[in-house]
Every structure is written in structure tokens, then in C-alpha cells.
């Protein structure tokens, strides 16, 4: 057995990054941007009124009451060339080009409107409520540098700037599959020694989440021949491969037995529980070497083997330099974790939440079998327990937030 960490890096020595592409911005999100991304255009474009109310020149209303003349209303979007002498007043509308002459406006609430003139309750100093041209960001500024994880304001901003395509690093391409004949995806009665397909629909949605591409292939009956056909296509019209199923030592292991045969394979055995067996592996077609994640048929194993090494593995592919491993958090245990020793670091599935103390508590969310999925459906963290006999009750522990 090795340790999680020599796994984890021989799976990340394996992958390279993607190739940078363009993308339209609001299909970035979530995505690592390639190149830095300079601003070509001043957000705002021009100066412009931060409250309804009315456009003047402080001096005017430096003592109070001030009664101003209204020379008109003026808009967002207004393209009139508005200008106020000393005196007067515009009516103004949150985000309309500030007017010639005026540098100050006073809120709404401030001001009693009478036909064309204005009382004015308020001073205001000169620059108050007017949002300067270029005041969110300067044409020239790097918004963005190379490496940043795109957000849903981060596309926003990009939108407000103009920059209607970003270089990104892709979304991986993924093809999913499953193995083993006793499963039924196609919701009929189930026959003896038959169950429901699981994985697939976890590990599809596990991908989305991760901002890959699934191409979910199906479950592929235990025949070598037929796999060994689907695996090759897929590598052909993908950047990656999952499989789920057959890594470890039985009879009708054949993944194990394709894929020694037709791609460069380490079959990893770790000191975790649950997952063990794991399996990665570069499959040539064309000039392409397309990388394999052999992820165990156990269902919770599946979910931490993906959480463990896929995820990381993908994250580099898709340009993440940092954070490719979920973040740890020093927990508190509010229930006993209770293990026994055999020379594996268990990761458990817990539910954490965040207590008046400001720190994470966590218990488990119930039995902890490879096969009991049910449990780890409630689950946001992984507790990290050593080898030994668990935490107890008001003891610490290392949790990997998953949720
Ligand atoms: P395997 O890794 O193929 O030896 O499978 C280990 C266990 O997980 C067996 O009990 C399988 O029936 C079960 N299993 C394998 N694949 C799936 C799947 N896609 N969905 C649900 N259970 C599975
Ligand atoms: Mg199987």
C-alpha cells in the first residue's frame, strides 16, 4: 500500500494542462482565464448621478434652504449635452451623465420640486453622489491576471468592459462509464443478483460540478472486446476517461484486464479507507495520450476516490495551479469517530457546521460500509481520522470540505 500523497502526485505527474481556447465571457465562469485580461474601455464610461435627485453646483447650496431653477429631467441614458449655470438645477436620475457646470447632487428626499424650481433642504460638498468616470475600473488596468478562477461577477465585469471573448483553459472533456453486469440502469424489476446503477449519475453530476464536460457512455457489459472498443473511441473524442468498477482483485475485473493490455497503467493500492484500489493510466490513440482514471465500483468508494484524485487531477488539466485538492479544516468532534486500527487513514463522512465559537464541529452522518452511499449523501466534509482507534468527543480532526 502507499500513502494517499504518492498517488495523488503520480496521478498529477500524469496529466498536463489543456490547451488555452477563447471563449465568450459568459461561458467562462468557473474557468481559469489563460492571459491576463486588460481593460480597453473606463467603467463608467463618464461621470454620472449615484442617487435620483437634482444636479447642482455646491457653492449653490452652501446655505440652506436654496432655491434652485429647474431646467429640465434628465435620465439614464440621456444623451442631451446638459448644462447647469450657477442657479440652477437638473432633475437627475440615477446614472445619468452628470451636466456640464454642476459637480454635486442632492438626493430626492432632500428636495421639494414646485413647477420649475426646487427647494433644497440639504448642502452637499462638491463631488457628493457623483460616481467619476473610470471610478470601478481605469482602460489599461488589468482586471484580471492569468491564473484567476473566472466568477459569475468576474464575467460581469468582463461584460462591462467590453471584452466579449477570454482565453480560458477548457472545460475537460470526460467520458464516463461503468462496468459490471448485475447493473440495471433502465429502471426494470430487478432479477436476482442484479442493482441499481448508481455511479453514473453520481460522478456525471460530480463532473458538472467540476466544470468538466461528461460524455456519460453508459454501463458496458464485462466483456474485454466490447470495453476495449468503447475506451478507445472515447480517448479518441475526449480529455479524459472515468471508469467505475473493476480495479481490484476479482474474477471479472476487466477494466484491470483491458487496460493493462492497451494503456501505460499503475494500479495503486492505498493506505485509505474507503477506496483502496485506484487505478491511472495514459491511453495512447493518434498522437494523443489521454489520461484514465480507474475509480473502484463501491459506490462511497467511487465518490472519494473521485473527491481524492480524479478532481484534483482534472483541476490541473483545466489550469488550476492552486487549491487542486479540497480545502482542510481543524474541526471539532461532537461525536465519537470511532475506528479501528489497520494501517490506513480513514477519510469519514461527516456533517459539519460552523458553531457560536467559530469553529467547525462536525459528526459522522451514519455507517461508513464502501457500499452504504446513503450516508455519505448527507455529508459535507470528510474527516481525515489516522490510523488508530478514532477521535473522541470533543478532540480534533482534519476535515476536507466537500460541500
Ligand atoms: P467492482 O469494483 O466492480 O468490483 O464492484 C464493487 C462493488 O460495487 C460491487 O458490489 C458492485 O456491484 C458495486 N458496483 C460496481 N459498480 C457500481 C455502480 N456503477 N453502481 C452501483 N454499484 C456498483
Ligand atoms: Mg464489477
Redesign the pocket.
Known amino acids: 500500500m502507499i500513502p494517499l500523497s504518492e498517488a495523488l502526485q503520480r496521478t498529477l505527474d500524469g496529466v498536463r494542462t489543456l490547451a488555452p481556447r477563447e471563449v465568450a465571457c459568459h461561458h467562462a465562469a468557473g474557468l481559469v482565464l489563460a492571459r491576463d485580461v486588460v481593460a480597453t474601455e473606463h467603467v463608467p464610461p463618464f461621470a454620472n448621478t449615484a442617487v435620483d435627485g437634482f444636479a447642482v453646483h455646491s457653492a449653490d447650496v452652501q446655505t440652506v434652504p436654496a432655491v434652485l431653477r429647474v431646467i429640465g429631467t434628465c435620465a439614464a441614458g440621456d444623451s442631451r449635452e446638459w448644462s447647469v449655470a450657477r442657479g440652477e438645477a437638473l432633475r437627475i436620475m440615477t446614472g445619468a451623465p452628470m451636466p456640464a457646470g454642476a459637480d454635486a447632487v442632492v438626493m430626492v428626499e432632500d428636495c421639494e420640486q414646485s413647477g420649475d424650481s426646487v427647494r433644497v433642504g440639504r448642502s452637499v460638498a462638491a463631488g457628493s453622489a457623483v460616481r467619476p468616470v473610470a471610478d470601478d475600473v481605469r482602460a489599461g488596468d488589468v482586471v484580471f491576471a492569468a491564473g484567476t478562477v473566472l466568477t459569475a461577477a468576474g464575467a460581469g465585469v468582463l461584460s462591462s468592459i467590453n471584452a466579449r471573448n477570454v482565453a480560458v483553459f477548457p472545460r475537460a472533456r470526460v467520458a464516463l462509464l461503468?462496468?459490471?453486469d448485475?447493473?440495471v440502469t433502465d429502471g426494470s424489476m430487478l432479477r436476482r443478483g442484479q442493482?441499481?446503477?448508481?455511479?453514473?449519475t453520481m460522478l456525471e453530476i460530480l463532473l458538472a460540478e467540476n466544470e468538466c464536460e461528461a460524455q456519460n457512455l453508459g454501463?458496458v457489459a464485462d466483456d474485454e472486446a466490447m470495453l476495449e472498443r468503447t475506451l478507445l473511441e472515447a480517448a479518441r473524442t475526449n480529455d479524459a476517461i472515468v471508469t467505475?468498477?473493476?480495479?481490484?482483485m476479482?474474477d471479472?475485473?476487466v477494466v484491470k484486464a483491458v487496460l493493462s493490455r492497451i494503456a501505460d497503467m499503475q494500479w495503486m493500492q492505498m493506505a485509505i479507507k474507503p477506496a483502496k484500489?485506484f487505478a491511472f493510466g495514459l491511453l495512447a490513440v493518434d498522437d494523443r495520450r489521454v489520461p484514465v482514471f480507474g475509480l473502484?465500483?463501491?459506490?462511497v468508494?467511487?465518490l472519494i476516490s473521485f473527491e481524492l484524485l480524479a478532481r484534483p487531477a482534472l483541476r490541473k488539466m483545466m489550469g488550476h495551479t492552486q487549491h487542486l485538492s479540497r480545502p482542510l479544516v481543524r474541526a471539532v468532534v461532537d461525536a465519537p469517530l470511532r475506528r479501528k486500527p489497520d494501517g490506513k487513514t480513514h477519510y469519514m463522512r461527516v456533517f459539519g457546521e460552523f458553531a457560536g465559537d467559530g469553529r467547525l464541529h462536525v459528526r459522522d452522518t451514519g455507517p461508513q460500509g464502501s457500499?452504504q452511499l446513503a450516508a455519505s449523501a448527507a455529508a459535507n466534509g470528510l474527516a481525515v481520522v489516522p490510523d488508530g482507534a478514532g477521535v473522541a468527543a470533543g478532540g480534533e480532526v482534519d476535515v476536507m470540505l466537500i460541500g
Not at 195 to 200: H, T, W
Open positions: 461503468s462496468t459490471g448485475e447493473l442493482i441499481r446503477e448508481s455511479n453514473l454501463v467505475s468498477g473493476g480495479v481490484s476479482g471479472f475485473d484500489p473502484p465500483g463501491n459506490p468508494s467511487s457500499h
